[in-house]
């Protein structure tokens, strides 16, 4: 489809479908859902018995003939029915509550994506009743969420941390000039979590625990003043449940590999930038979006290893979302940006 002839209306929405959450952005009323990326289906039936919210909290308690799943890993579809069924029932809620009918959709991909996924993800979308999909790479999603000027002939640096990906881009122009996605993020981190309490602190804990620990304790450099919580597991020596106290320092530990290797893409795609858009970037800074925007000092760290200052966009986890959002609102400048521009659906 030519995108000059096309008319975006106020029922199309911008989406992050994110490894760990979905975001949606109604064009003019901002963002309208916010639900973590599971979904929970009945084994025999094969039917929703919930998604987003309630659905996690089933996560690692379901009985038998219910299974509880995130579809999405890495950024991309995992598990194609389930994100389909997924997809289905959100897009349904939105659409029913503001009378969307059947809109088109701009959604954030990861930059680093097959074309076998970008199919999957079209296919997903437009199985769940969407009328047409248009694809945006997420690091320019975020930049244009974050609030950055992406058409400009200047270079600007965006890092977008999501679930499963990392996004590192550099954006001139309205394109990306460098970049570097790497499967290490959010989930990452929370592995990483696990397993440094596993073997220092002999106590087995869920993913959905260590979510709660990094964002309660997480840090990139130590904290002034430590904090501490005392969580629940099972103790690896006797299977018997036991309590234990973590530190904030612990946690610092424990998410120092996947945050050097978000460190390492960083430095790797600054060291491949040409010198005239390094020069933009010392001037114009670093913007990190992404829920793993929010890990205490990772800014701090991250200026400290570039020399780079570095800032946290205002809502780091809608930026994908607004910037999917504003690019239905301006369009006929944004248009460009878009993965699938002048294809037809």
């Given at each position: ?40 289906l009945d084994k025999v039936t094969g039917e929703i018995v919930a998604t987003g ?178 969580i629940r597991g099972r103790d690896l020596d006797t299977g018997l449940p036991k ?5 904030s320092k612990d946690i610092e530990q424990a998410m120092r590999k996947p945050i ?86």
């Amino acid at each position: 489809m030519n995108l000059d002839l096309l008319n975006f209306n106020s029922k199309d929405i911008g989406m992050d479908l994110g490894t760990a959450n979905i975001l949606i952005a109604l064009k003019g009323k901002g963002i309208v859902l916010r639900e973590p990326s599971v979904v929970a289906l009945d084994k025999v039936t094969g039917e929703i018995v919930a998604t987003g919210k309630e659905a996690r909290e089933m996560l690692g308690r379901t009985p038998e003939n219910i299974k509880a799943v995130r579809p999405m890993q890495d950024g991309v579809i995992a598990d194609f029915t389930a994100t389909g069924l997924m997809l289905k029932n959100m897009l349904k809620k939105v659409c029913q509550k503001y009378n969307a009918g059947k809109p088109r959709v701009v959604v954030g991909v990861p930059s680093g994506i097959t074309e076998v996924e970008r199919r999957a993800i079209e296919e997903a979308f437009l199985q769940a009743n969407a009328k047409e999909v248009y694809l945006i790479q997420e690091p320019m999603a975020a930049a244009i969420g974050a609030g950055i000027n992406v058409k400009e002939p200047m270079g600007n640096m965006i890092v977008d941390i999501g679930g499963g990906t990392t996004e590192v881009a550099v954006i001139s122009l309205g394109g990306i000039v460098a970049s570097n996605s790497i499967r290490v993020a959010g989930n990452e981190i929370d592995e990483s979590i696990v397993e440094y309490l596993k073997s220092h602190k002999g106590i087995a804990i869920g993913q959905t625990a260590a979510e709660s620990l990094k964002i309660e304790l997480g840090c990139a450099l130590p904290l002034v003043s430590e904090i501490t919580k005392e969580i629940r597991g099972r103790d690896l020596d006797t299977g018997l449940p036991k309590n234990v106290t973590v530190s904030s320092k612990d946690i610092e530990q424990a998410m120092r590999k996947p945050i050097n290797e978000i460190l390492e893409a960083i430095i790797n795609t600054l060291s491949v930038t040409p010198p005239e858009l390094s020069a933009d970037i010392i001037v114009n800074g670093i913007y990190l979006a992404g829920g793993g925007a929010q890990i205490r000092n990772l800014d701090n760290l991250i200026a400290q290893r570039t020399g780079v200052q570095t800032y946290v966009a205002d809502t780091p986890l809608e930026c994908v979302a607004i910037g999917a959002g504003k690019v239905l609102e301006n369009i006929d400048n944004l248009k460009s940006v878009l993965m699938n521009a002048g294809k037809k659906m």
